[in-house]
């Protein structure tokens, strides 16, 4: 924060840009350090755990008032000083809301709009500064982020299960769910040479399992391109195309099907002859087990951002849940 002494050392202009940098900055850890209890009260849908975000962007607007009292005609005295800290701290919080709901249309690289959190608690702070040149400042660039942050996701490719399936650079066909139940869906999926690699958590009594398609296996011999393997595993010839690999963590089923070959694996609670009937049930990949699994694609994907933030903000006061979906 500018130290008091610093309104007779600094020109107005320099106590300006002092104040607004430092609210920049200083919105910016503060949505980093307790912005997720922000995040939580939506998700529980408990209002008091985001208190701590608009009491910490208050007070510190109010120090940042305090001590450049000469920026705005409103922090020269303590009452009027109070309301604009009011008014400047819930803009900043509202605002990183916004930024959130915006960088959520680029998942998964969305920590780029880390340095922007801050930015709506400036620019509110920036709207009552006694420069009328800032505060036009202020005023038009505010409306071009939030124009921008509207127009931008709206523009962007729909989110779709081909759209991931192609950022994965895997073909539909070399894709193997296994039916484990509705309910069971896959929590990852891997690129990996070719293959997708994907993997059911443990649920309940059901063990973990991993699936994937391979160039066909015509041996224990061959070498499979995956970088998942088993360390250490013995190999056996248990059928017509069929093969078991295992070592002391892990066993693998492998059943060949014209120039492919599927894997099935989990740990030592599954059983050869459970792994096989698990192989004779599976399936390419459906559209929402693709969604489950794969992460959205890089480019970004179309999302209403006032639908978003409007859900976001609702949930913290009412029992609809914003989820936490790719």
Not at 172 to 180: M, P, V, W
Not at 276 to 296: G, M, Q
Request: charged share 15%.
């Amino acid at each position: 924060m500018v130290p008091r002494t610093a309104q007779g050392r600094f020109t107005d202009g320099q106590l300006i840009a002092l104040q607004l940098v430092s609210l920049w900055l200083v919105g910016t850890l503060g949505a980093i350090t307790v912005g997720w209890l922000v995040v939580l009260a939506a998700f529980l849908h408990v209002p008091w755990l985001a208190l701590p975000a608009p009491i910490l962007s208050i007070g510190t607007a109010y120090l940042a008032g305090y001590t450049a009292r000469t920026v705005s005609p409103l922090t020269v005295r303590p009452w009027p000083r109070l309301g604009w800290a009011f008014a400047v701290g819930i803009s900043g919080v509202l605002g990183a809301i916004f930024v959130v709901e915006v960088a959520e249309a680029f998942d998964p690289v969305e920590w780029v709009a880390i340095p922007f959190l801050g930015l709506p608690v400036a620019l509110a702070a920036g709207l009552f500064v006694s420069d009328w040149r800032v505060r036009a400042a202020a005023g038009i660039l505010g409306v071009a982020v939030v124009a921008g942050g509207i127009a931008g996701p709206a523009a962007l490719p729909e989110d779709t299960a081909a759209r991931r399936l192609a950022s994965a650079g895997v073909p539909h066909e070399r894709t193997l769910a296994a039916d484990l139940g509705s309910q069971r869906l896959p929590v990852k999926a891997t690129e990996d040479s070719g293959s997708l690699i994907v993997e059911y958590a443990p649920q309940l009594w059901v063990s973990p399992v991993w699936t994937f398609v391979t160039d066909a296996v015509e041996s224990c011999e061959t070498s499979v391109k995956t970088d998942w393997r088993l360390d250490n595993a013995t190999c056996a010839q248990v059928g017509e195309g069929e093969f078991l690999r295992k070592n002391t963590e892990k066993i693998e089923f492998i059943q060949r099907r014209g120039a492919v070959s599927l894997h099935v694996a989990g740990n030592h609670n599954w059983k050869p002859d459970e792994l096989r009937e698990l192989a004779a049930k599976t399936h390419p990949l459906t559209d929402a087990e693709i969604i489950a699994a794969l992460p959205k694609a890089k480019s970004g994907h179309r999302t209403d951002v006032p639908a978003e933030y409007a859900k976001f903000v609702r949930s913290i006061f009412s029992g609809g849940s914003i989820g936490f979906g790719r």
